[in-house]
Nanobody
Framework: QVQLVESGGGLVQAGGSLRLSCAASGRTLSSYAMGWFRQAPGKEREFVAAIRRTVGITYYEDSVKGRFTISRDNAKNTLYLQMNSLKPEDTAVYAC?????????????????WGQGTQVTVSS
């Protein structure tokens, strides 16, 4: 079983950038397809970005395309989310997740292991 810990959140002005990290332990990150999700106050958790286990194909929610980049460094056992041109509507708790099954999915139910999340606040 893999354990996930996020870091890198914080307060940033609109137009700014942040890079989130998700450090894995217990299992190697290369064993899993990985995703980033976010949850704003009063809203359901939603998909942000995902990356396949082996070939590195990436997927993005429409509102973050061209602004966010998901990547993985299997040697460091770490997943990243580079967030540029941040907007106030990006404010949320961001969590990384690992899919413990074969195949790929973009929904909350498609992932089996979750980090505790890190707060991202974008001021206008």
């Amino acid at each position: 079983q893999v354990q996930l810990v996020e870091s890198g959140g914080g307060l940033v002005q609109a137009g700014g950038s942040l890079r989130l990290s998700c450090a894995a332990s217990g299992r190697t990150l290369s064993s899993y397809a990985m995703g980033w999700f976010r949850q704003a106050p009063g809203k359901e958790r939603e998909f942000v970005a995902a990356i396949r286990r082996t070939v590195g194909i990436t997927y993005y929610e429409d509102s973050v395309k061209g602004r966010f980049t998901i990547s993985r460094d299997n040697a460091k056992n770490t997943l990243y989310l580079q967030m540029n041109s941040l907007k106030p509507e990006d404010t949320a708790v961001y969590a990384c997740a690992a899919r413990g099954r074969s195949g790929m999915g973009l929904g909350v139910a498609d992932y089996d292991y979750w980090g505790q999340g890190t707060q991202v606040t974008v001021s206008s």
